[in-house]
Structure formats: C-alpha cells, structure tokens
C-alpha cells in the first residue's frame, strides 16, 4: 500500500490503535473543572443553570470520546469502539476505505468509521491492515470525490464463482 507504514501484516497480528495517553489524559484534565462547574450551575435546578451547565458538559463528552475511541483489526475483523458503543465488522462485510485530509474512513455494511483521535502513524497501520484483511483493491483515476486522497474498494465478486467449470 502506497504511503503506508512499512512491514507487512501477519494473519494472526492483530493491530491495535488509540488516541496517544498525553492527548486523552490533558483532555480529561481539560473536562473535570468544566463538569465541576456544570453540576454547580445544574444545583438550583434553574433553566438558566441547566443551559450553562450543557453548555459546559459539552468538554467532557470530547473526552470520554477520545477516552474510549479504539481500533482493532484482528483476526475475526475490525472492532471499533465509539462513544456511541462497540462494533465488530467481519472482513467480508468491509466494504471500502478511503484515505481523507485529516485520517481514514472504513465503510463496511450498516457503518462507516471515521480514524478520529488517532496518530498519523497508528491511522496507516490500522489503514494497510484494513486494506490486507479485507482483500480491498486500489481504485486508479480522477473518479475520487472530493476530499478522497486514494480510495481501496472490494473486487467485484466473479459471476462464475461456485460453478463448476467446463473441461473441453
């Protein structure tokens, strides 16, 4: 894979990533005077507290999704933890991925995952062993939408897969 870090992936190595420990700790920091301050305006039950005190909740839902965002390609398939939940796609269900300004998108059947939170380096791990696992192929040319740098989709299934072939 073009531009991917180096060294190839191992069936049974499974590729882990998430947000740096600097970044989730600083952030968490960042979010508990906010939270403080969110239940003291919260307190007296007024409309005017509860307004302020969303308004300052907002900090600490960035970090508990930072907190607990994590990718996983494994054997068994991608598992991808939000703050919304846990995902497990299979790798018959990866449908494509896209490399994007800013990280990688993974698009597989009912979800598509955007690489948030996680290094430059950690995104294109997690990017080569998605590409590897799945079996996606490069798509060449000047279709790419906007905002797409490269984009690796699943190769057409072969009509003829399944049936025995003709021997002449």
């Not at 300052?56 to 054997?75: D, M, T």
């Amino acid at each position: 894979m073009e531009g991917a870090a180096e060294g190839p992936v191992t069936p049974d190595e499974a590729v882990e990533a998430r947000a740096p420990a600097l970044a989730r700790w600083l952030i968490a920091g960042l979010a508990l005077p906010c939270a403080a301050a969110a239940l003291a305006l919260a307190f007296p039950f007024s409309a005017r507290g509860a307004v302020g005190a969303a308004a300052l909740l907002l900090p600490s839902l960035v970090a508990v999704s930072a907190w607990r965002a994590r990718w996983r390609a494994g054997p068994d398939g991608l598992r991808v933890r939000t703050i919304a939940g846990e995902r497990l796609h299979t790798w018959d269900a990866v449908l494509r991925a896209d490399r994007v300004r800013g990280g990688a998108v993974v698009a597989a059947r009912g979800a598509s995952h955007r690489t948030t939170w996680l290094t430059r380096s950690d995104r294109e791990r997690v990017l080569r062993a998605v590409v590897t696992r799945a079996g996606l192929r490069r798509v060449w040319g000047d279709a790419l939408p906007q905002g797409v740098l490269a984009r690796w989709v699943r190769p057409p299934a072969r009509r003829d897969a399944g049936r025995p072939r003709a021997v002449e």
